[in-house]
């Protein structure tokens, strides 16, 4: 089902890596910012490789748009291959709590080593990652308890590397979504697409709401149809969009129905979580 073939690797990207490696050795630790739709197409091993060696702490965001149970299977996955994990709806700020401890447990560890070499106490140094719009900003605002960084509902928000100040101990560095060169699998670029980390002009966004129409038909045929108000399913992405698009009253000139407005709602609606919790990406072993 999956015909589709997404790449995103512009050369900002290229630059906030070779930034990052220039930053790493100031940075005590990494908080890898997933979404809970798509732990694993999320993960970015191009950017574990480069960070290897210093702790992480994963944030699985967006929680609150993905299945309660599928986060917790994951988080207890993550866990196991010791990468302490907490699941957050940075909307609500629940999970925050946790992470606060987990930080402040790294600051710790840090103090202390700094203490036994005879050196002076000082801010822990923490690196958020990501892939684009996933919510490192919002991350970062929340722990701050200000709005220090610019977010939006689109990927690439943030332009520049930025270190912010949370709190008396801890600073923060934000720096732009980051992907990789290649996806292998065509699942990941089509999942990092519909959940909103690739912008909508890298790819045939009308292809792409099909092949979700088709996604979410199959998972979920009811969501579909009560959002939309519609008594049958058609067969095919191209049909329900339009069928969306009649209901919707979508009309071009001519009374042809506007199949590219019904693609962009059905993205966005599908992004908002306004056709229910989705995970995508199933943890392993389930
Ligand atoms: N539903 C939901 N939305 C969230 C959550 N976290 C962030 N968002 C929204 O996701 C969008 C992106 O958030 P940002 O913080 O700008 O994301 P970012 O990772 O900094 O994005 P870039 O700077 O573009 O890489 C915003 O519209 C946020 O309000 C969450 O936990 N749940
Ligand atoms: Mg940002």
Redesign the pocket.
Known sequence: MMQVNIQWYPGHMAKTKRELRENLAVVDMVLE?RDARIPSSSHNTDLAKLVAGKPVITIL?????AVPELTAAWQQALEKERLPTVA????SGQGQRELEKMISSQHQAVSQRLQKRGRQRRSLRGLVV????????????RLAKRRV??????????RGKQWVRVGDWLQLM?V??VLWPKFEDPHTGFYLAIT?AISDDVFDYVRVSWLLAELIAKERPRALQDRYDLDTLPQGGAATLEAIGRRRGFLLSGGRIDGEKAALLLLREFR??LLGPFTLDLPPNF
């Open positions: 910012v965001a967006k929680a609150d748009l957050m709806d940075l909307g990501g892939v684009p719009n996933v919510g490192k900003s919002t991350l970062i605002n960084a610019r977010t939006g509902a689109e990927p690439g928000v943030t934000d732009p979504g909103g908002q979580g």
